[in-house]
Every structure is written in structure tokens, then in C-alpha cells.
């Protein structure tokens, strides 16, 4: 049974920083591509950011480059997404997910699996 839990989130004001970490069980995670999803309300759910299966390769979305950084530790099965400067906008919840591939996908189907979600709420 493949679990992937998200932990990590909060209130913030803007401006702070927030680390999310997201355990794996079940998959082997050193051939998933890792990626960061959020969804605000009323909103569809957007792709943050990726890391290849080594961590050689990574994609931002461009709202988030040089604000964020996600890495992963393959020898725990975690991967983390390093929130600085937030802003209001960064609200929402986010999702860890994990594709089987070699390539990194920005879209939520591609995406095999899914953790449940952690609320980041950033205050004006």
C-alpha cells in the first residue's frame, strides 16, 4: 500500500518561511519523480514544482523560483519543499505526489500517487 504524508504546514505571516515534508512508504521511491501540487479554494489544483528521481533535475513554476526549494533524501523516502518569502498568494493547500517516470510531468495526471494534503495559510 503506497502512503505518501504530508506534514509541515501552518499560519505565517507573510514574508516567513514554512519547510513541508512529504514521507513515502510502499514505492519505490528513488524511481518516482517528486512533485508539489497546491490548491486554493476555488481553485484548480496547480503544479509548484518537481525533482527528478536522483535530484539531478528540477522544475519551478515561475511564481515560486528563487523563493522555494524542493529536495529529496532517497535513502529516507522523503521529500521536502523549503518556503521562504511567502506571500498572502501562497496560500493554499499542498499536495505531495509521485510519478513513475523519467521524465518530470507539470500535470496533476501524470501523477500516480497523492498524499492527503497540508493547509499553508500565509497572513497578510
Known amino acids: 500500500q503506497v502512503q505518501l504524508v504530508e506534514s509541515g504546514g501552518g499560519l505565517v505571516q507573510a514574508g516567513g518561511s514554512l519547510r513541508l515534508s512529504c514521507e513515502t512508504s510502499g514505492l519505490t521511491f528513488s524511481r518516482h519523480v517528486m512533485g508539489w501540487f497546491r490548491q486554493a479554494p476555488g481553485q484548480e489544483r496547480e503544479f509548484v514544482v518537481a525533482v527528478g528521481r536522483n535530484a539531478g533535475n528540477t522544475y519551478y513554476v515561475d511564481s515560486v523560483k528563487g523563493r522555494f526549494t524542493i529536495s529529496r533524501d532517497n535513502a529516507k523516502n522523503t521529500v521536502y519543499l523549503q518556503m521562504n518569502s511567502l506571500k498572502p498568494e501562497d496560500t493554499a493547500v499542498y499536495y505531495c505526489?509521485?510519478?513513475?517516470?523519467?521524465?518530470?510531468?507539470?500535470?496533476?495526471?501524470?501523477?500516480?500517487?497523492w498524499g492527503q494534503g497540508t493547509q499553508v495559510t500565509v497572513s497578510s
Open positions: 505526489a509521485a510519478a513513475y517516470t523519467t521524465v518530470i510531468p507539470t500535470t496533476a495526471g501524470e501523477y500516480e500517487y
